[in-house]
Each structure stands twice: as structure tokens, then as C-alpha cells.
């Protein structure tokens, strides 16, 4: 252990120096967490926001026949990453009053199972969740602009021309506002009267994955296995993906620019240490120290730079998190542990890669040369 102790030594005889380079790797480490962070926070939360409260795979005919509502559970007894398997009845219907109409987009199924979907249950402004014989739940955009909320009554008209009131029993809010105007969820049965279904009969199959980005594998394997389309949210929303992407690798750009800096500013450091500390480790070789034990002690001068740096990165790094969440901003940061922990093993492995070129140079000084040159 005699490296570490000249090498804590080293760091001592020059605090102010040694300050420097722990409060560099600190910032660079912070930024890290922070940014990285930032940006996988904000992806989840696109994320939840396009995908989070619909199926991200839909199997059903593309001609818009009806398939049946066994093909639910053979699905999910088929793939283990289904979390749920929904069958509905989708139907376009008309809503008008004196001086306008608007089209609807209406989907029918059983309340607890359109839960595991959309999450209506949690998004209530008004009213109660159910969907009881001739209950509707309608979005807060449309209840807006035709005035009607819970327990009032509205008429639609239904394909085949017939009219059906329905009463209002919640208003929900998706958070979008196509959907908070034109989406409406009815129970099973009205929809399937209105559809001429029997029971067993469904327009599609709504699936969600406990994995989203695995519906790119899974819905060619269900579609083969039904012999129905099925429709993958990737496809329909490649704009969103691209996106992320561009956001993942800005992120990581930005990521590995700072480490850079970090690893430019520990080497450099070392470097004048290095030369500064020429005659005391011309000495130290002279008494019988060899090239290894010389270069060690510049290790361990980095994995103390790295340690006291790294750890000082991550508490100032919960402390922008911290910071962050003042802002009048809709999401939060929410830092994840296995991030937090790779982010200190880079930062570490950083320092110590710098401590390379000064522990060379070292290891090639001649004792002799240093004595004779003072």
C-alpha cells in the first residue's frame, strides 16, 4: 500500500489543484445524470402519452369483418408478453345538435376489461366510472363544446340509421384532444345491437404488451397465428421513434463529449503531477521502488480523483434533479439507480484510463538522469 499512501500525499501537497480536478469530474458526472435523466424521463413520458392508454397491437380483418372474441384469450395464452387482451366493437356514429354534428368514434366492450386498456378509470373529470346497458363515457373536449356532463342524456345516430340516447355516466380526460372530442366508450351489448353481433362476436382484439417495443415481433407471429391483420403502434407512429432516436443519440452524443472533457482534464492533470513529482519519483526508484510500483501510485492518484469526483457528480446530480422539479414544466426527472450506477463505474473507469500516459512516462524514468539533473 505504499503507492496509495505517496500517492494521497501527492494529492495533498497540492489541495487547491487536486480540488479542481474532483470538482471537474463532479460537474462532468452530474451533467451525465442529469441529461441522461432528462431525456429518459421525457421519452417515458411521450411514450406513456402516445401508447400508454391504447393497444399497441390490434388484430382484425381488413376487410372490417368480425372475428371472434376467443381469439383474446388464445392470444394471450399464445404470447407471454401480453398484459391484457381486449375484444370490442367499434362503430363511426354522428352526434348532432340544432346547429352542428360531429362524427364519433365508438368503442364498445366491458368496462373492467377497457380498464387494462385505457385506463379510463383513472381519468375521470366528472362522474363515475361504469358502462351499465346504455351508459356512455364521452371525453372533456365534447362535453365542453355540446354541453353535456354526467347524467345528462345525448343521442347518437348509429350506422343503419337508427338513433340510440345514451346516458352520460363519466367524462374522461386522455390527455389528447382528438380523443377527448371524438372517442366515446359504450357497453358491449348497445354496441353489439347496433353492429348486429351476437356475443361471441367482436370487431377487433386490442392487445398491450408488457413491453411496447417487443409489438414489432409479436403482432407478425399473432397475425400469422389468426390469420387477421394485425395493426402494430410502431408502424403508425414512426415519426414518434424517430424522434426518440434522435433525442437517445443527442443525448449520448452530448454524454460522451463531457466524459472526453473529464478524461482530457484528469490526464492533463496527472501529466503535471507527473513532471511536478519527477525528482521525488527519481528518488523513490533510486531506494529500490520498481517501474510498477511508480506507476501505481499515479492509479491511485486517478482512482481518488475518480471516486471523490464521481461521488461528488451524483449527489450534485440529484441536486439539479431536485432543482429541476421547481420549473413549471409538465413531467419530472426521475432518476433511475442502474443509470445513476453505470454513470459512477464510467466515471471511475474514466479516471483511471487517464492515469495511462503518466503512469508510462513514469515507468521510463531514469533515476540516474533525475539525480544528476537536480
Not at 390469420?227 to 415519426?239: H, L, R, T
Amino acid at each position: 500500500m505504499l503507492s496509495l499512501k505517496i500517492a494521497a500525499r501527492f494529492l495533498k501537497s497540492s489541495p487547491g489543484q487536486s480540488a479542481l480536478i474532483i470538482a471537474g469530474i463532479a460537474v462532468g458526472i452530474a451533467t451525465q445524470i442529469f441529461v441522461g435523466s432528462l431525456i429518459t424521463s421525457l421519452q417515458a413520458d411521450l411514450l406513456d402519452a402516445a401508447v400508454g392508454s391504447s393497444p399497441h397491437i390490434t388484430l382484425r380483418l381488413s376487410d372490417g369483418g368480425t372475428i371472434s372474441t376467443y381469439f383474446a384469450d388464445d392470444a394471450t395464452t399464445r404470447e407471454d408478453l401480453i398484459s391484457t387482451a381486449v375484444p370490442v366493437r367499434t362503430l363511426s356514429a354522428i352526434y348532432a345538435n340544432e346547429s352542428e354534428s360531429v362524427p364519433l368514434s365508438v368503442t364498445g366492450g366491458d368496462a373492467a376489461e377497457l380498464d387494462t386498456i385505457y385506463g379510463l378509470s383513472g381519468k375521470l373529470a366528472e362522474g363515475s366510472y361504469r358502462l351499465d346497458e346504455g351508459d356512455a363515457l364521452v371525453g372533456t373536449r365534447f362535453a365542453e363544446e355540446y354541453g353535456v356532463g354526467a347524467g345528462d342524456e345525448f343521442e347518437m345516430l348509429l350506422p343503419g340509421g337508427t338513433v340510440a340516447t345514451f346516458t352520460v355516466s363519466g367524462v374522461f380526460d386522455l390527455g389528447q384532444g382528438t380523443a377527448n372530442e371524438r372517442f366515446v366508450f359504450v357497453d358491449a351489448a348497445s354496441a353489439a345491437d347496433a353492429l348486429g353481433m351476437t356475443e361471441n362476436e367482436c370487431s377487433a382484439v386490442q392487445i398491450q404488451l408488457t413491453d411496447p417495443f417487443a409489438s414489432s415481433e409479436v403482432a407478425p407471429r399473432l397475425a400469422d397465428a389468426f390469420g387477421v391483420e394485425a395493426v402494430d403502434w410502431q408502424e403508425e407512429n414512426e415519426e414518434l421513434l424517430s424522434g426518440l432516436a434522435a433525442q437517445s443519440g443527442s443525448s449520448a452524443m452530448i454524454q460522451v463529449f463531457v466524459l472526453v472533457a473529464v478524461a482530457l482534464g484528469i490526464a492533463s492533470t496527472l501529466a503535471i503531477s507527473a513532471v511536478q513529482k519527477t525528482r521525488q519519483i527519481g528518488i523513490l526508484k533510486a531506494i529500490g521502488m520498481g517501474d510498477a510500483a511508480a506507476g501505481r501510485i499515479f492509479l491511485w492518484q486517478a482512482a481518488l480523483l475518480g471516486a471523490g469526483g464521481t461521488l461528488g457528480g451524483i449527489g450534485l446530480g440529484y441536486a439539479l434533479i431536485a432543482l429541476f422539479s421547481l420549473a413549471p414544466v409538465p413531467f419530472s426527472i426521475r432518476p433511475e439507480p442502474t443509470f445513476i450506477a453505470i454513470s459512477a463505474a464510467i466515471g471511475i473507469t474514466v479516471a483511471l484510463l487517464s492515469s495511462i500516459i503518466p503512469a508510462r512516462s513514469t515507468s521510463r524514468l531514469d533515476p540516474i538522469e533525475v539525480i544528476q539533473n537536480g
